[in-house]
């Protein structure tokens, strides 16, 4: 019961992160301006992105309830707080005020915060920790269709 209990409350942050992120974009990858971009050859068709997310985000809520069950800790929270804030924080960067450079720092903050996870806990949550990993896989495919973006526009 402690295990549904807290996975759903960590379910419920992530989406709303998703959430939050989808509110902030304006109109995100359906605006002018980033139609008209030079994107990646390997960009994901749109419905990729919505798949993929949910996908993660369930996993990554219960390796996060794995994680807090094991380790209960200030630091634990702190680090999944920074993850929500970056998270959401991308999406506004990028699509909303068109900062591909500093959405380009963020996400990359992001990447080395969930690659550390990874790398920290492993010891604790063993091969729990492939809960993550979709998280990391796909911040490193995003990171490099926002470094793209940086680079041929």
Do not use: E
């Amino acid at each position: 019961m402690k295990f549904i209990k807290h996975f759903i409350l960590f379910l419920i942050i992530n989406f709303a992160a998703l959430g939050f992120g989808i509110l902030l974009m304006a109109d995100g990858p359906k605006s002018d301006w980033y139609v008209q971009l030079n994107q990646a050859p390997w960009t994901p068709d749109d419905w990729v992105f919505g798949a993929t997310w949910t996908s993660i985000m369930i996993c990554f809520s219960i390796y996060m309830t794995f994680l807090y069950l094991k380790r209960p800790t200030r630091k634990v929270i702190t680090l999944f707080v920074i993850q929500f804030i970056l998270n959401v924080n991308w999406n506004f960067l990028f699509f909303n005020q068109k900062l591909i450079v500093v959405a380009l720092v963020n996400i990359i903050l992001l990447t080395i915060l969930i690659f550390a996870f990874l790398i920290t806990y492993f010891k604790d949550l063993k091969a729990k920790s492939l809960l993550i990993l979709p998280y990391f896989i796909w911040l490193c495919i995003a990171t490099s269709l926002n470094l793209y973006i940086l680079i041929h526009n």
